[in-house]
């Protein structure tokens, strides 16, 4: 089965910069779109960006401005550019895509392993 793998979480100070990237384990028909929730500890799971093939893209308030989220449409990955984080970013980061694994399958969800971010002093 398809899977998400993702990468790129770490520790950074306050005003640091990290790059997620996240991808299909195997190969795929078609992308509807692709993005990244985050949760954190004694929170809800929010959206944080999404970004279609064509290039639209949705951010969460609390990160606009600050993070770009981008597409590469050959290798079928989404990125995450996060800048000026703040300690409130401080979460699990998990990529969410709905694909068609082929062309006679429906459009399916499917969910990365999570990377953690976390921004501190």
């Known amino acids: 089965q398809v899977q998400l793998v993702e990468s790129g979480g770490g520790l950074v100070q306050p005003g640091g910069s990290l790059r997620l990237s996240c991808a299909p384990s195997?190969?795929?028909?078609?992308?509807?779109?692709m993005g990244w929730y985050r949760q954190a500890p004694g929170k809800e799971r929010e959206l944080v960006a999404t970004?279609?093939?064509?290039?639209?893209?949705n951010y969460a308030d609390s990160v606009k401005g600050r993070f770009t989220i981008s597409i590469d449409n050959v290798k079928r990955t989404t990125f995450l550019q996060m800048n000026s984080l703040k300690p409130e970013d401080t979460a699990a980061y998990y990529c969410?895509?709905?694909?068609?694994?082929?062309?006679?399958?429906?459009?399916?969800?499917?969910w990365g392993q999570g990377t953690q971010v976390t921004v501190s002093s």
């Open positions: 195997g190969s795929i028909f078609s992308i509807n779109v």
């Open positions: 969410c895509a709905v694909l068609r694994l082929g062309i006679a399958q429906p459009y399916a969800t499917f």
């Open positions: 970004i279609t093939p064509g290039g639209s893209t």
